[in-house]
């Protein structure tokens, strides 16, 4: 459908035109400008939502300072454009034209027109007056004209230059090629060329003759730029990249944040901070954007972590719809502590579960228990071990294949388990006893057996990482987690399936909870059982039932003779992994959160399951301010019904929210559509296109294979976000605006005293 021009006598449509044409914004201030500069009076009482969805103006009534084109093949509005061009006078001499409404002004409104828009362009922009007859007042808004001071021949040279290493940055970034190459101490007075330095003379011998004019007469043996202007430029690339990032994210309106547990980047601890949104085509994406500092007290990280996301970042936390959050247990206390201040702010911000991270192996990594952070790390380090050598994953096998040669089908079972990611499922633990005895009689035959030709440093892996198995601590451990997360397995694996199961789940926490109580009402005669358990597998490995030698050595002179091994595991683990999964549930499972999860009814296949007898519109009141026409909302849903219940027989009904959002006629049921799109955005709900969530996994991918004494966050960003689009005229622009002014950018001119300073 073509869009048309909504500008009094313009007749251009999309269709006919290869201008842009934007939508009015849903700022209700400057919608009202948009409006008044338009003059069309019928207009005036439609609200900015309305405008938004069904008014558009095309880019020649706005002037070209106001549009960005950051590309060849988009062209965007600066965040504070106004149309101020139009014909308002032609329809004089051809009355029957006149198709749009045309609102007449007063003197003293086309005074107070002219005054913003002076107030609106740059102070050095020609400021034309309006002559006093009737054809000229009725025009009210007067072009004006960008006075631009060409550039010098030397201001035209080092902007080519900053170019060249803007693109060597990004080169570097996409390619994951440190800066300063190969860490290593040289003595006093010596120079050695970093991989900037290199990339820099390898482009110069390969003819870059604006390179080559700037250091032709500069010696080899000087820093060509230096590491401060480095780290700027780096900071002017990141800063553009996720804003192209972002862009998008502003475009969608709703968003979600997810925020990974932390990792070691430049030096301390970040968490990866990723958005998920719905874009032009409908599609659920989650992109990362960047990294957070966490090393600092839970109200300054609150603090500072709503600062960023909203000054230097420029996200409206106002349309956050979901807050998630992945890490370990000291991590996560402050992170519940950012999310309720959060949510105290922004009540909207629904506090829930990451999809891509399982509740049994969130609850795990959230336990405020010593030993299960260790525990999980050891699972992670056997998985990459076997992973990494696949000649040990066939010796593995053929274990497994010894130890279950009467359970074909187990056998078969785990065999499947060590090619997957096993040690994030929802049944992890499970996996791991079973798979116990057969890690151990491995790693022991690789240290043990000659015939393996493993190197020093395998055998040494395999000797640590068997001792760490070996041990009744890690033993007791990974079996009461098995059992005390028996409990939400089932739960767990709903949350991550398919939308019907999602909701089913919503409903069934009050019975996870009820089983979790009883649980802990009678820990005593559930952690005999366990402790059994664990004292069972323990033998069969030949492995010694004692106190943990950590415990042991700190109360060596004040240990009672009466205090038994289990009873110690009693009270240090099993009591306090009980109350954390209750808390947790609780915590996260908030009243808000199931009412989102139960407004998954509105999926056609959860209504034909539930024979088109449900009741939204309770659940849906935390929603109402995102509607478009609220008050339509109960009819609009019995449409909805009725349209599916009486569905022809070789219609299916859509399954997810996916499918519901790409139905031809969705748009015909403006509310529901706004519900589903901001329900698909939350954190809990699985994105069901792998390649929209390729964020992630390019994160993990920099991450194994960067060492941490080169890993870079803005590096980082450009690394996994290589098919962002970039601007270079953009990056020097920024950068000589942020740092002309303070001398910095003399630093791009190289001398022997920029070579000494660093």
């Not at 005036?44 to 106001?66: G, I, V, W």
């Not at 997360?485 to 089913?504: E, I, Y």
Request: proline share 4%; glycine share 2%.
């Amino acid at each position: 459908m073509p869009n048309f021009c909504a500008a009094p006598n313009c007749t251009r449509k999309s269709t006919q035109s290869d201008l842009a044409f934007f939508r009015f914004p849903r700022e209700p201030g400057r919608c009202q400008k948009w409006v008044e500069n338009c003059r069309r009076s019928d207009l005036e009482d439609k609200t900015p939502d309305q405008l938004n969805k069904h008014y558009r103006l095309c880019a020649q009534h706005f002037e070209d300072s106001m549009i960005c084109r950051s590309s060849p093949y988009r062209t965007v509005l600066r965040e504070n454009a106004v149309p101020t061009i139009f014909d308002l006078t032609s329809h004089l001499s051809n009355p029957g034209r006149r198709r749009k409404r045309i609102k007449e002004l007063t003197e003293e409104e086309i005074k107070t027109l002219k005054e913003r828009k002076l107030d609106a362009v740059v102070p050095d922009q020609a400021n034309h007056t309006t002559s006093n007859n009737d054809v000229q007042v009725q025009t009210v808004v007067v072009e004006f004209v960008e006075e631009t001071t060409p550039l010098t021949q030397e201001e035209k040279e080092n902007k080519d230059y900053l170019k060249s290493l803007f693109d060597i940055l990004i080169l570097m970034g996409k390619q994951n090629i440190p800066l300063e190459g190969d860490i290593c101490e040289l003595p006093k007075g010596l120079f050695s060329p970093d991989n900037f330095q290199a990339l820099l003379e390898y482009r110069i011998n390969s003819g870059d003759e604006i390179l080559r004019k700037r250091f032709e007469m500069t010696a080899v043996n000087l820093e060509y730029c230096s590491r401060v202007q480095q780290k700027q430029m780096l900071d002017v690339c990141e800063s553009c990249i996720r804003e192209e990032v972002l862009r998008e994210v502003r475009d969608a309106r709703f968003f979600s944040l997810i925020i990974e547990d932390a990792v070691d980047i430049s030096g301390g601890a970040h968490s990866p901070v990723f958005t998920r949104f719905i874009d032009e085509a409908n599609n659920l994406r989650e992109e990362f954007i960047g990294f957070l500092p966490c090393e600092t007290e839970a109200e300054i990280l609150a603090l500072n972590f709503h600062t960023t996301i909203t000054e230097k970042w420029g996200l409206n936390m106002e349309y956050c719809r979901g807050q998630a959050y992945v890490a370990s247990s000291q991590l996560f206390s402050k992170m519940k502590i950012v999310a309720s201040r959060l949510i105290e702010k922004y009540p909207h911000a629904t506090y829930t579960l990451c999809s891509a991270c399982s509740l049994n192996i969130w609850l795990a990594k959230s336990t405020p228990v010593t030993g299960v952070s260790v525990i999980l790390g050891a699972l992670e380090d056997v998985d990459s071990f076997f992973k990494e050598y696949p000649q040990l994953r066939v010796e593995l096998e053929n274990t497994i294949t010894l130890l279950y040669k009467d359970n074909e089908e187990r056998c078969a079972f785990l065999k499947e388990m060590i090619k997957s990611d096993w040690v994030s499922r929802h049944d992890t633990f499970e996996i791991i006893v079973s798979l116990l005895e057969s890690f151990v009689l491995c790693l022991d035959k690789i240290v043990c057996d000659t015939t393996f030709k493993c190197n020093t440093k395998i055998t040494s892996r395999a000797f640590i990482l068997s001792s760490a198995l070996s041990d009744f601590d890690f033993i007791i451990t990974v079996v009461i987690l098995k059992n005390a997360l028996s409990f939400t397995r089932a739960f767990g694996k709903n949350l991550q399936g398919q939308t019907l199961d999602v909701f089913s789940a919503a409903n069934s926490l009050t019975a996870v909870l009820h089983a979790l109580n009883e649980v802990m009402e009678n820990i005593e005669v559930y952690h005999e059982f366990w402790f059994e358990e664990a004292v069972n597998l323990a033998t069969k490995l030949d492995v010694q039932v004692k106190l943990p030698g950590r415990f042991r050595r700190m109360q060596h002179t004040n240990l009672q003779p009466d205090f038994t091994t289990e009873n110690f595991y009693k009270e240090a683990l099993s009591i306090p992994t009980i109350q954390h999964i209750i808390q947790g549930l609780k915590d996260v499972f908030s009243e808000q959160h199931l009412k989102a999860l139960r407004c998954l009814s509105l999926v056609p296949s959860v209504m034909g399951q539930l024979k088109f007898s449900t009741s939204e519109e309770h659940n849906t009141d935390m929603y109402k301010c995102d509607l478009p026409n609220p008050d339509t909302l109960s009819a609009e849903l019995h449409c909805w019904r009725v349209k599916w219940k009486h569905r022809g027989k070789d219609v299916d009904l859509p399954s997810n929210i996916y499918e519901s959002l790409h139905l031809s006629d969705i748009k015909f049921f403006p509310n529901v559509y706004a519900l589903l799109k901001v329900l698909c955005i939350l954190p809990v709900i699985k994105v069901e296109n792998e390649k929209y969530e390729i964020g992630r996994k390019r994160l993990k991918a920099y991450l194994d294979n960067t060492p941490k004494v080169w890993r870079s966050s803005q590096l980082a960003l450009l690394n996994i976000n290589y098919d962002a689009k970039h601007d270079l005229d953009l990056m020097v622009d920024t950068y000589i605006n942020m740092y002309a002014d303070k001398g910095e950018l003399q630093e791009v001119v190289p001398n022997s005293e920029i070579s000494e300073e660093s």
